[in-house]
Antibody, heavy 116, light 111 residues
């Protein structure tokens, strides 16, 4: 059964870099678009970006200068890196799989708090 | 703030039918991009319940239906049940973002 699992630190200091990983199990990481989405009470659901299994990426223009998404097909995982974080980056972070545009499978989410 | 506009809340009694609207623009729904709908119960990740405007994934009851017209879409839930109480989000591709746009979410209360 297809599963996605986010992992990473739940607390990040302001100005530092947030790094999260999403492990894919139960299906191949080949094909599909692999997405990162975050959710906060203020901004609701916000798309961060995606990476296609071949390595092509697309990022939300509002975050583009700070975001990098990478993929490791041999380890069936993909990662998010967000630099220079502030309190506004505090959110629940989800990874999700999309065959085209619909987000078919989601991870359970990881709460990341930015605080000193 | 959101590229897709939804009403903040809707409500209905058990057994009734409710609809949730999602209004977009020429850069998303109006460009012909498909609309998807998600259900989110507190403490859980969103779960897709309508794909490509009107298709139900396996396991989603046929009480849920979706439609799309011009620059808007709708989610209808008939025969309301207590378990349907949740937040619902619409989602579409946006040409200006070159990625996903979400609605602000609609809280469904079953009276």
């Amino acid at each position: 059964q297809m599963q996605l699992q986010e992992s990473g630190p739940g607390l990040v200091k302001p100005s530092e870099t947030l790094s999260l990983t999403c492990v894919v199990s139960g299906d191949s990481i080949s094909s599909y678009y692999w997405n990162w989405i975050r959710q906060s009470p203020v901004k609701g659901l916000e798309w961060i970006g995606y990476i296609y299994y071949r390595g092509n990426t697309q990022y939300n223009p509002s975050l583009k200068s700070r975001v990098t998404i990478s993929i490791d097909t041999s380890r069936t995982q993909f990662s998010l890196r967000l630099t220079s974080v502030t309190a506004a980056d505090t959110a629940m972070y989800y990874c999700a799989r999309a065959p085209n545009t619909a987000l078919e499978f989601w991870g359970q989410g990881l709460l990341v708090t930015v605080s000193s | 703030q959101f590229l897709l506009t939804q009403p903040p809340s809707v409500s209905g009694a058990p057994g009734q039918r409710v609809t949730i609207s999602c209004t977009g623009s020429s850069s998303n729904i109006g460009s012909g991009h498909d609309v998807h709908w998600y259900q989110q119960v507190p403490g859980s990740a969103p779960k897709v319940i309508i794909i490509d405007n009107s298709r139900r994934p396996s396991g989603v009851p046929d009480r849920f239906s979706g439609s799309k017209s011009d620059t808007s879409a709708s989610l209808a839930i008939s025969g309301l049940q207590a378990e349907d109480e949740a937040d619902y989000y619409c989602h579409s591709f946006d040409s200006s973002l070159r990625g996903s746009a979400f609605g602000g979410g609609t809280k469904l209360t079953v009276l």
